[in-house]
């Protein structure tokens, strides 16, 4: 499953994984970003706030299920421009998704946090 939320005044995109994502689930999160900014479909621009910055909550997330990395990464491609800054929240066994996410987000400062460092997270994704 996949939860998608974001905070306008923050500029911050959430991208919550919980159990094993599939890649339906991942369409589907695609479809409510396109639903609630038509711009993703061609390319996100910045706007007049500037990038956007990304937290992948993956506290509770299992893994992924065989497709779904792929639509994951085309996801992130498509927002690949605007991004400014990638926080990840997840087990230490995730960190080796640092490498995929860097080359997602080419322009991102992309950094890994603890399960137990969301707030820190949050913190740093809010520094300008």
């Known amino acids: 499953m996949i939860k998608v939320t974001t905070d306008e ?3 911050i995109l959430t991208i919550e994984m919980q159990g094993m994502v599939s890649e339906a689930d991942m369409e589907s999160a695609m479809d409510s970003l396109q639903e609630r900014y038509p711009q993703v479909g061609v390319r996100l621009s910045g706007g007049t706030g500037g990038g956007i910055r990304v937290l992948h ?6 893994g992924w299920e065989l497709g779904a990395k792929t639509v994951g990464t085309i996801m992130g491609k498509t927002l690949s421009d605007v991004i400014h800054r990638v926080a990840v929240v997840a087990d230490a066994k995730w960190h080796g998704e640092q490498d995929r996410l860097e080359d997602v987000a080419k322009r991102a400062d992309v950094r890994f946090f603890t399960l137990d460092q969301h707030d820190m997270a949050m913190e740093w994704l809010q520094e300008s």
């Open 9 to 11: 005044a923050t500029r």
């Open 57 to 62: 909550d993956w506290r509770h997330l299992e």
